[in-house]
T-cell receptor, first 120, second 116 residues
Framework: DAGITQSPRYKITETGRQVTLMCHQT?????MFWYRQDLGHGLRLIYY???????DKGEVPDGYVVSRSKTENFPLTLESATRSQTSVYFC???????????????????FGPGTRLTVL | DQQVKQNSPSLSVQEGRISILNCDYT??????FLWYKKYPAEGPTFLIS?????DKNEDGRFTVFLNKSAKHLSLHIVPSQPGDSAVYFC???????????????FGQGTELSVKP
């Protein structure tokens, strides 16, 4: 299916375990992002990627690792899960803008459906 | 340090009336602002945006106003409908060069409830 998908949609794990959340987009968007949503904090950026093999930290990167070997995939790994990482995780993508009169249209990010992660 | 703030966690409005959602920001380097709408168990979806060089943008029932001197933006929904009930996030784009330019900073969200 076209669009942006996340898997799994729901995950329960235990403290100390490694968990990988998957994100896949079919638009060949250059930019991809990982956010977490927590009550009172809104959406906070964890990591983002401007292109394959280019990643950078966001606001709350500690405890997370990302990779981007292919344009369409952007997995997020919790190396040793902690209870504070219980959250809803959203992946998003955006095309790379520049050079067009309607540059503002390239700011929109498209979000996946989210993964609800519970760390016990 | 919350650079984008939505100080009202919730708002309740009667169907047919106007809904006004507010957002304040602190960073003068933001050059573009967006509003997203989120239903339960779904990802946020883009609603409307405004460039910092404008003070108003309108799309059907939705209008966003930007007051740069006050570092304040608002989303007006007229008339409000029960289907508008959702969480609304405002977001600001960081003006930066290269790969940094794709980032958005989101507010905490405001939950709108439109009652029939």
């Amino acid at each position: 299916d076209a669009g942006i998908t996340q898997s799994p949609r729901y995950k329960i794990t235990e403290t100390g375990r490694q968990v990988t959340l998957m994100c896949h987009q079919t638009w060949s968007h250059s930019y991809m992002f990982w956010y977490r949503q927590d009550l009172g904090h809104g959406l906070r950026l964890i990591y983002y990627s401007a292109a394959a093999d280019i990643t950078d930290k966001g606001e709350v990167p500690d405890g997370y690792v990302v990779s981007r070997s292919k344009t369409e995939n952007f997995p997020l790994t919790l190396e040793s899960a902690t209870r504070s990482q219980t959250s809803v995780y959203f992946c998003a993508s955006r095309i790379k803008g520049g050079g067009r009169a309607d540059w503002w249209s390239y700011n929109e990010q498209f979000f996946g459906p989210g993964t609800r992660l519970t760390v016990l | 340090d919350q650079q984008v703030k939505q100080n009202s966690p919730s708002l309740s409005v009667q169907e047919g009336r106007i809904s006004i959602l507010n957002c304040d920001y602190t960073n003068s380097m933001f050059d573009y602002f967006l509003w997203y709408k989120k239903y339960p168990a779904e990802g946020p979806t883009f609603l409307i945006s405004i460039s910092s060089i404008k003070d108003k943008n309108e799309d059907g029932r939705f209008t966003v106003f930007l007051n740069k001197s006050a570092k304040h933006l608002s989303l007006h929904i007229v008339p409000s409908q029960p289907g508008d009930s959702a969480v609304y996030f405002c977001a600001a784009r960081v003006l930066a060069s290269g790969n940094q330019g794709g980032k958005l900073i989101f507010g905490q969200g405001t939950e709108l409830s439109v009652k029939p």
